[in-house]
């Protein structure tokens, strides 16, 4: 246990050193060698810990210290006082009360609430942490040794004289692996609450790199809206303080399943701080004003980190919630309705980060359904949901920078030549796209998961969101993957200029993938089934394991094909493009049509905007999701005795 206790503050600290290095180093050689190193040490660690620890029940640490309770609370403060900084310099007034709501409140708790409140276990682990461990290690660090290529493209594409500001981002990358580090670890609920509002300022900045109207406008979007979130969670650390007496999230899940009255309230809160964090309606704008920034950023975001600490906090809460209807409702609802209008909004885009957006949104939604039921069924879909998207989505949003830096556009409907073009990175994108909506990959599993949880609950309306979402998911996968595999073209090919950083993080986040697909029944055994009998005192696995390894082999099988059945090294005899016609000229794709004119093949998708559109679609979502967390907190007031 004391190498455990170790390797949780190693990871916990160790980003916060490479931070500050990568803050004064300006010359691109050290930072690349510095950021490789980095990465390894910290994947290397995560993945000592977890494979330490397979099978471990909840294992607490004895650490308390009034120094570390004041060092928080301190960087809470200066959070909120740097956001009130720049909302003065950019004249943003919502941005800057909600700062100073949070300073007051920050200082309130410590001060009267909170100095007789003691944690004697500040840390802990469990196998969900373990979970998030790998996902925050691996994936997390191979996002950032992407963007050394990517961001040096990324800079090489700014007007000349622009300020070189990489060294603030690479720092705030590693921070932000350091905060997700101090979420999942944290037993003492003040000091998760520090390492929610550091992601919440790092993601800020991080948006608003280019400094753009546009970008400084997301930035504060996204900051008024996590604010709002954090606002929750403190709301949470007050109710906690007033009903409990304890701030150790250990004891306050516990106290939940067994009286869950007394904390509905505090659920209720910190499932509102969850849900804003990770961008279900009626918060989604932030996430998808998120896409301004460059594509490491969007990646860091969407997969490993932002995001999924708020799906976290959800699954944490999912024992309280399946006893606490109020906010178990709330949750249900307000993540179904997320995934199914999400999933039919990105129908309408063609912006290749956007689709990823609302995909991502949309199965958020689904995570946060999960969560809302609280069954160990629901649970265990839950997780792989979790490990699945995190991966697949790195790998896409990745895919989507190196190809947007290498054939000018992010756009759908300019990817028709992408196979010929960029051969590997399109089988790289294709992957990742089959992985989140086809048979035999492990999302699939995990959405078949779900919905035998959904049966077993017997909650009808959640079949039926579930069926139609997926629907409208499959739809939009496919259209895009069509795009990839259905047309061929130019032989020009453009892979030469990728850099050697960003094909080892791609090569990584699919062998991860595959890798987690092919050994999914192991992962359950060994991570997710110890986190639920230990949780619930009942298996969660609602699947047969021998359907699992059926699909594991399948996997390999589909994987095999992919990579190896179509090499593009075989020779082909190139002949005239035939279209019912006379070709005209064949890198165009234009003929001679049935008037002797010349006409223009073209294969385009269709979109539907006037039916899935953004602007029809969303106020349906906001509107009632907005009820339904209005109607969970006046019934948490209702229900939570208060004693002052």
């Known amino acids: 246990m004391e190498l455990s206790f170790g390797l949780l503050g190693f990871l916990i600290v160790f980003p916060l050193i490479v931070a500050a290095l990568l803050l004064v180093v300006r010359q691109e050689a050290p930072r690349r060698i510095i950021v490789i190193a980095a990465a390894i040490v910290i994947a290397v660690a995560s993945i000592a810990l977890v494979l330490g620890n397979l099978g471990a029940s909840t294992t607490l640490f004895a650490l308390q210290s009034e120094a570390i309770d004041f060092v928080c609370t301190g960087i809470s403060v200066a959070i909120a006082a740097v956001i009130i900084g720049f909302a003065v310099r950019y004249k943003n007034l919502w941005a800057g009360l909600l700062a100073a709501v949070q300073i007051v409140g920050t200082l309130v708790l410590e001060f009267v609430f909170a100095h007789e409140i003691e944690v004697p ?237 609302y995909s991502t949104i949309a199965n958020l939604g689904l995570i946060t359904m999960c969560a809302g039921v609280g069954s160990p069924e629901a649970v265990w879909a839950a997780c792989f949901l979790i490990l699945f998207h995190a991966i697949a989505k790195s790998l896409l949003f990745l895919c989507v920078g190196t190809a947007e830096h290498h054939i000018g556009s992010r756009d759908i409907e300019d990817m028709d030549l992408l196979f010929d073009r960029m051969p590997r990175l399109a089988r790289f994108m294709m992957l990742g796209i089959m992985a989140m909506f086809i048979a035999p990959f492990g999302m699939l599993m995990a959405k078949w998961a779900t919905l035998v949880s959904f049966v077993d609950a017997r909650q009808v309306a959640l079949i039926l969101i579930l069926a139609f979402g997926s629907a409208a998911t499959f739809m939009f996968w496919a259209k895009w993957l069509g795009k990839l595999a259905g047309i061929a073209g130019s032989p020009e090919n453009v892979e030469g200029t990728v850099k050697p950083t960003e094909w080892a993080a791609l090569l990584l986040m699919a062998c991860l993938l ?20 230990t949780t619930y005192g009942a298996l969660g696995q609602d699947i047969s394991g021998d359907n699992l390894w059926l699909a594991s082999l399948c996997t390999v099988v589909v994987v095999a094909v992919l990579f190896a059945g179509v090499n593009g090294r075989q020779k082909s005899r190139r002949v005239n493009v035939y279209l019912a016609g006379i070709s005209r000229d064949n890198d165009s794709r234009s003929f001679q049509n049935a008037l002797s004119g010349t006409a223009e093949a073209s294969v385009r998708n269709w979109y539907m905007e006037a039916i899935f559109g953004e602007s029809r679609i969303a106020p349906v979502g906001v509107v009632f999701n907005s009820l339904i967390m209005v109607v969970a907190f006046v019934v948490a007031f209702v229900v939570t005795p208060i004693v002052f």
Not at 140 to 149: D, E, M, Q, T
Not at 306 to 332: C, D, E, Q, R, T
Not at 514 to 533: K, R
């Open 121 to 357: 276990y500040g840390l802990y682990f469990d196998s969900l942490s373990l979970l998030m461990t790998f996902i925050i290690g691996v994936v997390g660090s191979g996002i950032c040794v992407y963007a050394l290529g990517y961001m040096e493209d990324f800079q090489a594409h700014e007007p000349e004289g622009a300020a070189d500001r990489r060294p603030l981002f690479f720092a705030l990358m590693f921070v932000f692996l350091s905060a997700m580090y101090v979420i999942v670890f944290s037993n003492n609920m003040e000091w998760m609450f520090t390492g929610w509002e550091v992601t919440t300022v790092c993601s800020f900045l991080l948006i608003g790199y280019t400094r753009t109207d546009e970008a400084i406008a997301n930035a504060f979007r996204q900051i008024i809206m996590n604010l709002a979130g954090g606002i929750g969670f403190l709301a949470a650390l007050y109710s906690c303080a007033l009903t409990v007496g304890t701030f150790s999230f250990f004891e306050f899940l516990a106290i939940g399943v067994n009286s869950p009255a007394v904390v509905t309230l505090a659920v209720t809160a910190l499932a509102f701080a969850g849900i804003t964090k990770a961008a279900q309606m009626p918060f989604q704008t932030w996430l998808l004003g998120a896409m301004v920034a460059p594509t490491p950023t969007s990646a860091l975001l969407h997969s490993s980190t932002m995001v999924k600490a708020g799906v976290f906090m959800l699954v944490k809460l999912a024992p309280v919630l399946s006893v606490a209807p109020a906010p178990a409702i709330m949750v249900m609802l307000v993540g179904g309705v997320t995934f199914a209008l999400c999933s039919f909004m990105a129908i309408s885009q063609s912006n290749a980060k956007r689709v990823l957006a």
């Open 514 to 533: 595959v890798l987690a697909c092919v050994f999914l029944p192991v992962i359950s055994a060994a991570v997710v089934e110890p986190y639920i009998f």
